[in-house]
């Protein structure tokens, strides 16, 4: 069994100290105890949109990643396990949390234990969780646990958000533990090519799309 886990923890909150990274830093603190109760460390590593969104916008239209883009994406496909945070927009996960998501190849997180999170000022959108973030999670293949956190302004600072963080986060930490001897978890190496289900590649899915004046072309002929 591996000394050292990685836990990602991907954030689009748009502040410095915004209550999604607070979030999904909980999560993952609240995780990383479980698997320490047993001996073992969790890494933490905190990947904040924010200072991405920039070299997002370059490689969706160059297709080439920048260094830090580079970077935060091989944090995410090397990690034992990934919290995905996101505030609500119209109903929805924000621009920027889907754009990460977008350079991703559709099969690089498989069987990656992920928690779904999100913020938002008001109780009534917390099916976020549920009809956009797990399905786009769920799309990459990623394993997205049942049990997801909506936290409304008015969640902060009562027990209750305690406790669910620290139910969600005793979820993810045991998945963490019957993953990290073998299956989806542990680093990426030139073993674990053989091993199925653990494809962590960035992939681009436009390479072999012909130009629009080709298409004009073919139909005209």
Do not use: C
Not at 38 to 66: E, F
Not at 112 to 120: K, S
């Amino acid at each position: 069994m591996t000394d050292r886990l990685t836990l990602a923890v991907v954030t689009a909150g748009l502040s410095e100290d915004s209550t999604t990274t607070r979030l999904g830093e909980a999560i993952a603190k609240a995780a990383s105890g479980v698997v320490e109760h047993t001996g073992q460390h969790v890494d933490i590593k905190v990947i904040q949109l924010r200072d991405l969104a920039h070299g997002l916008t370059d490689m969706m239209i160059t297709h080439v990643a920048s260094p830090a883009v580079q970077a935060a994406i091989d944090t995410v496909l090397n990690a034992d396990g990934l919290v995905a945070a996101s505030p609500t927009y119209k109903a929805s996960y924000s621009g920027l949390f889907k754009q990460f998501f977008d350079v991703i190849d559709e099969s690089a997180l498989e069987n990656l234990p992920t928690v779904v999170a999100a913020t938002g000022g008001s109780p009534r959108h917390s099916l976020v969780l549920d009809t956009a973030m797990r399905p786009l999670l769920s799309y990459l293949k990623a394993l997205v646990l049942p049990l997801g956190i909506y936290a409304a302004s008015e969640d902060w600072g009562h027990a209750d958000l305690q406790r669910r963080i620290d139910r969600v986060g005793a979820s993810l930490g045991t998945m963490l533990l019957a993953g990290s001897p073998g299956g989806a978890s542990g680093s990426f190496n030139d073993n674990d090519a053989a091993r199925p289900g653990l494809r962590r590649e960035v992939k681009d899915e436009f390479s072999n799309v012909p130009d629009f004046a080709s298409l004009l072309a073919s139909v005209g002929s």
